[in-house]
């Protein structure tokens, strides 16, 4: 069974970047993507981005300009960095599984979750 | 950005059958694109409930159903317990945004 656990920085000043990083347990990592997704305390979700293990990429356009998603296959583990930071960034971040292998974007679901990182933003 | 629409809030008394709506466009659920459905209970990550409009994962409930048709989905919920007291969520793929999207989230409550 997978099982994802992430960590990371949870407070930061404005301008600073968001580093966290989620390893993955238990199940394949190859073939799969990897997806970041947020959640504002009291809001509803919003899809960062996602990552392969060859390292391809998609992200949501409205953070493209400033998220990096990178992989590590030799440790299983995938990574988002957000740079300059806000207020407005401060969420409940959580790193998911997304596609499998062969599966397009318009089939996919995320399944399983981490247990999800509370990040602040404040001066 | 939320591209699908959701009734804020929901509610049932116990045993009873509760439907959530879910509502798009022809950039996302019209296209064509599959409808998950997600539970997260207060102060946990969000659990896959549907997959692919109307598919359950193991261990999920029969009670918990969803359906989809033109550009909307829905979730249904019959012989509501205490235990559905939970925020749901859909989730598509948006071919305009070139994004997967959420829902606006929709809490249930047991009376």
């Known amino acids: 069974q997978v099982q994802l656990q992430q960590w990371g920085a949870g407070l930061l000043k404005p301008s600073e970047t968001l580093s966290l990083t989620c390893a993955v347990y238990g199940g394949s990592f190859s073939g799969y993507y990897w997806s970041w997704i947020r959640q504002p305390p009291g809001k509803g979700l919003e899809w960062i981005g996602e990552?392969?293990?060859?390292?391809?990429?998609n992200y949501n356009p409205s953070l493209k300009s400033r998220v990096t998603i990178s992989v590590d296959t030799s440790k299983n583990q995938f990574s988002l960095k957000l740079s300059s930071v806000t207020a407005a960034d401060t969420a409940v971040y959580y790193c998911a599984r997304a596609r499998a292998p062969g599966a397009v974007a318009g089939k996919s679901w995320f399944d399983p979750w981490g247990q999800g990182t509370l990040v602040t933003v404040s001066s | 950005q939320s591209v699908l629409t959701q009734p804020p809030s929901v509610s049932g008394a116990p045993g009873q059958r509760v439907t959530i709506s879910c509502t798009g466009s022809s950039s996302n659920i019209g296209a064509g694109y599959d409808v998950h459905w997600y539970q997260q209970l207060p102060g946990t990550a969000p659990k896959l409930l549907i997959y692919g409009n109307s598919n359950r994962p193991s261990g999920v409930p029969d009670r918990f159903s969803g359906s989809k048709s033109g550009t909307s989905a829905s979730l249904a919920i019959t012989g509501l317990q205490a235990e559905d007291e939970a925020d749901y969520y859909c989730q598509s793929y948006d071919s305009s945004l070139s994004s997967y999207v959420f829902g606006t989230g929709t809490k249930v409550t047991v009376l």
């Open positions: 990552i392969n293990h060859s390292g391809s990429t």
